[in-house]
């Protein structure tokens, strides 16, 4: 077990296991404590990066590493870029291409944990990580993890301790996948109805469509995402809808994901000045942040804009980033170009294509 008497000895204790996490500073409450990887060869998490503050680390004592273990097998399982390959073999290849998996604990209580858990993006394209929140809870002596969309994790956020009331609500139909039925329509086929997600900033006001749909990673996948910079909204980022906000890179970081009720989830990247929530529940239009470069988990960005992103847990795409094609968000549908960055949005028998100032309308 950790001793309690100093950070120096609490770090000698981890620093023996190969699980080293750095003590955290006098704002460790709003503040995520330095990270190391973990070396232990024949272990999931060996080369993984794990942030956990000292008095988490203290509570879990020797079981930290499992908890670790655990989570990461889950990570690398879901990752699209390691399915497949062993835990070893996978996170050699995503180092090899610079890029970090990371686990972040956060919370413990008795036999619960919770936290964040990503795989960076190459910082060598235009694109947003892969990331979940987890639940795992000590099971007959071992650790049993959900990521978001897993059966898991809907299961734990029913029965955890760590979950307020208000959040189980939002997270217990988003893992069920209690997404609003689709509705046919003649022309475009399928047209999903988002709930009254907004753009990411206050209603009535603009932002410039720097970036059409797009894929998350700006490589393959369904094309979910929007770019959006300068306009009257002071850059400041706002919230789609209400819903339970995390920041997935701590604090600090340039990354949000808020879930909202209805089936339905938009993350938030390269915000500066971000706010910090920890599974917080938020109104819409929450300020989250301002549009900016931040590439806390990978990715790039060459000027300040924001990246959004939609996903959704229904029965289609099982915790994806999903399509843009034929939505409405802020009043506008959204439509693919015949490539990836060019898409274009209509309202009222307006086309916006990029390089067009678009005001966010509630209707």
């Known amino acids: 077990m950790l001793s309690r008497t100093s950070v120096r000895t609490a770090l000698a204790a981890l620093a023996v296991t190969g699980l080293l996490v750095a003590a ?79 686990v972040d604990v956060r919370t413990v209580s008795r036999d619960w944990a919770r936290g964040v858990a990503y795989v960076e993006a190459s910082r060598t394209q235009h694109g947003e990580p892969e990331g979940w929140l987890y639940i795992a809870h000590r099971e007959d002596g071992r650790w049993v ?81 929007l770019d959006f910079a300068g306009g009257n909204a002071s850059g400041r980022v706002r919230s789609s809808r209400e819903g339970t906000a995390t920041s997935m890179c701590g604090a600090g970081g340039g990354w949000t994901r808020v879930i909202h009720p209805g089936g339905f989830s938009t993350d938030y990247y390269h915000m500066w000045n971000a706010t910090y929530y920890n599974g917080t529940s938020i109104a819409r239009s929450a300020l989250l942040g301002n549009i900016g470069t931040d590439t806390c988990a ?11 992103s939609l996903r959704t847990y229904d029965a289609n795409y099982n915790g994806q980033y999903t399509w843009l094609n034929g939505r409405t968000i802020g009043g506008w549908a959204w439509w693919n170009g015949s490539s990836q960055y060019t898409g274009c949005a209509t309202r009222l028998g307006v086309t916006a294509c990029p390089g067009t100032a678009i005001y966010n309308r509630t209707s």
Do not use: C, I
């Open 24 to 102: 955290p500073s006098a704002t460790a409450a709003t503040r995520d404590s330095a990270t190391t990887p973990a070396s232990t060869a024949q272990s999931p998490s060996a080369g993984v990066t794990v942030k956990m503050p000292s008095a988490v680390a203290d509570r879990l004592g020797t079981d930290r590493r499992a908890l670790v273990d655990a989570v990461s097998a889950d990570v690398l399982s879901r990752s699209h870029d390691a399915k497949g390959l062993a835990p070893k073999a996978a996170v050699d290849k995503l180092a090899d291409e610079g890029r970090k998996v990371v």
């Open 298 to 308: 990978g990715g790039s960005a060459t000027g300040a804009h924001v990246h959004w």
């Open 145 to 225: 993890s959900g990521l978001e969309g897993d059966r898991e994790f809907a299961d734990h956020v029913a029965k955890s301790p760590l979950v307020g009331k208000t959040e189980r609500q939002t997270m217990t139909a988003y893992a069920q996948r209690k997404a609003t039925p689709q509705t046919q329509t003649s022309s475009v086929g399928v047209l999903a109805n988002t709930n009254g997600l907004l753009l990411p900033w206050m209603p009535d006001y603009y932002m410039t469509l720097t970036g059409g749909a797009h894929s998350s990673s700006g490589g393959t996948g369904y094309w979910s995402s």
